[in-house]
């Protein structure tokens, strides 16, 4: 199959019809979008901060308990980005913000799987400081997933183009 | 009215309409405050309603510097987003039922917070009458009562910020 024809075939799927007939699935998915963001951005400040080294009252334990709100939050916008995508891949997939914020967000997922991969967890349970390799993902995770944000809220300004420049 | 239609057309107005840039740019702000604010909110709430019971209540203390810096965020890029189609904002229903809920949803923040500047003291009185016990904050139905509210205010209103998008701009001047 080319290209095209797999772009077809998803939009053909009975999921996107149903949104593109619906009055309201679409701004509903929008409203999940921006709730799951939230989530995601108030676990991520928590997590990540504590890991750089700020809000040191808060033993290393307590705010890595935030981190199930990052991935609800991470699946609900998965699961409504699909939605989004369904409806129109022809917009979504030829976009260059669409493909970068794709791209950035397996960078920050393969990041965030890294740091779980090494235990790092586990480990730091019991610290009250982290070193430099934690250091350094926490900034990482900060920085990509804010990066992801900007592009989604770019990305319709980015409709009908193929490239940034 | 004549002030609004005034508005709209100066350049300023024109610019954020209709630019390339303008509005996305607005946009990026607004969406990363209300990341900081509603998210921040939504994490202090969980905690009040029984969440991560170890983490020590005071550290929100800071984090609230990071909250209303979000909300500071969005009240210029909301100022913003504003100006640059007041008539349409005017006349949306759903553009006045956020803002009630922004005020509500800001005034729980600030007693919220308030209780925090006050001291170790203040917080064990917000929390209640049971106070610290092996580092564990109990926590008072009114304090509770203030973390679902605040949760509610600012779900209402990033639903009835999505429907402003959904309303039909009046005719262009």
């Known amino acids: ?165 | 009215m004549e002030f609004l239609v005034w508005l709209e057309q100066t350049d300023f107005s024109v610019w954020l309409r209709e630019s390339d840039w303008g509005h996305p740019i607005v946009l990026c702000f607004h969406a990363v405050g209300m990341g900081m604010v509603v998210g921040i909110s939504l994490m202090y709430s969980a905690r009040i309603l029984g969440y991560a019971k170890d983490f020590p209540v005071s550290a929100f203390d800071w984090l609230f510097g990071l909250a209303w810096f979000g909300f500071a965020m969005n009240t210029v890029s909301g100022v913003l987003l504003f100006v640059g189609e007041p008539r349409r904002l005017m006349d949306t229903p759903a553009f006045w039922i956020k803002m009630i809920l922004i005020v509500f949803a800001g005034l729980t923040l600030w007693v919220l917070g308030k209780a925090l500047d006050a001291g170790p003291r203040e917080v064990v009185r917000l929390a209640g009458s049971g106070g610290i016990s092996s580092g564990e904050v109990i926590v008072s139905p009114n304090a509770r009562v203030a973390a679902i509210l605040s949760a509610v205010f600012w779900l209402g209103a990033i639903i009835s910020g999505r429907l402003i998008g959904y309303t039909i701009a009046p005719p262009p001047l």
């Open chain 1, 1 to 165: 199959m080319t290209e095209g024809e797999v772009l077809h075939w998803i939009k053909e799927l009975p999921l996107g019809a149903a949104v593109r007939e619906s009055r309201w699935l679409f701004a509903m998915g929008e409203t999940l979008h921006f709730i799951g963001l939230s989530l995601m951005v108030g676990g991520l400040l928590i997590v990540d901060l504590r890991l750089l080294g700020f809000i040191r009252s808060v033993p290393m334990r307590a705010a890595l308990a935030f981190l199930p709100f990052v991935i609800v939050g991470f699946l609900i916008n998965l699961a409504t980005g699909i939605e989004f995508f369904v409806t129109d891949p022809f917009m979504y997939w030829p976009n260059p913000a669409f493909k970068l914020k794709l791209t950035l967000i397996m960078l920050a997922g393969l990041n965030a799987v890294v740091f779980m991969v090494l235990d790092h967890r586990h480990k730091l349970a019991l610290t009250k400081d982290t070193g430099a390799y934690v250091k350094v993902a926490a900034g990482l995770s900060l920085s990509l997933w804010l990066c992801v944000l900007l592009l989604g809220r770019l990305l319709p300004a980015f409709e009908g183009s193929t490239s940034f420049f």
